[in-house]
């Protein structure tokens, strides 16, 4: 099946899915530098490419272009159309791109830079709220921010392993930025809400409203979470406990997906292994720019990639210069 070879068009192949951006996304003009893909304004996803785009514009000759996106999974259709060069990506985006899975029209081939951050990510309700199971969900307000997000994909996944219809398609689905769904959360005009906890620590807009309303995660049965990873390995789990949010009683048992930094299979070793380079060797400026950075560093670069997918040679090359390479991943051709 032929890709889809501009942004219009994957969002134009996407509405049949309910995968359509937000307008007044800038367009993916070409001007000479490498564009960068982050995510939606204000995203802990937009805070991390900024930062290490800013930092590797200071400390190497090459010229980045962030742009704000819909989401990750857009993101990794527009590399694979040449419109974005680097971005910003999930670990379930890299299984369903290579394999094909909608809403992407095809296999799509990337490489990895540096993993950053994980995400756990346990669907939230206010703490007096009838909501209390998965099961519950069912024909209830639902966001996991904007339909072209890595939110969104492991949402369906997700939800539609815990029987909620195919691709979660029996909740009522409310889409839109992080802060304007869970400024409707907190008005109780959205009944549940994607949780994020950047490294196990909670995001602001989790902490804002959990001092106006009270809230309680909710935990998906290992039965749902094992028939989630099979349909994408990109999912990992964990445990959130009250030492990462104190509004928690006990621990809750988490889905996972961590965050990768792509790049189109034409970046080049030479410019792979300077953004790379950039950003691990000067770790302290990176997570200046603020707590979704508080992840970054050498060994996490490494060591959350995934074996199944290529990384490029020249982060390949310096993470054997550091001794930290795992001679199970693969480097691209």
Known sequence: MKLLTNRRMFLKGTAAAGIVAASGVPAFARDGALRWGSSSLGSSGYVILEAMANVTNKHTNLHNAVQATAGTTENFALLGSG????????????????????????????????????????PLVHKDSDIQTIADLKGRKYSASKPGSGAAALSRILLESAGLGSDGRDVDWVYGGWKEVYNNFQLGQVDCIFGIFTNGAPIGLITQVNTAV????????????????????????????PEDWSALEKPVR???FTGILGAATSVSAEDGYEIV???????????????????VGLEAAVNNLLVAYPVNAGAAQYYKEKGVWRDELKIAS
């Open 277 to 295: 380079k950039s950003v691990l060797d000067n770790v302290e400026e990176v997570k200046s720019f603020g707590k979704p950075l508080a992840g």
């Open 214 to 241: 009270p809230l309680r995660a909710l935990e998906y049965s290992q039965d749902v979470l094992d028939a989630a990873i099979a349909k994408n390995p990109g999912i990992l789990v964990a445990d959130l406990t």
């Open 254 to 256: 988490s889905p996972v």
């Open 83 to 122: 419109e974005l060069d680097i971005a910003h990506t999930t670990s379930i985006d890299w299984v369903a791109a290579f394999r094909g899975d909608k809403p992407y029209p095809g296999k799509i081939e990337a490489n990895q830079l540096l993993s950053y951050v994980k995400w756990l990510c346990p």
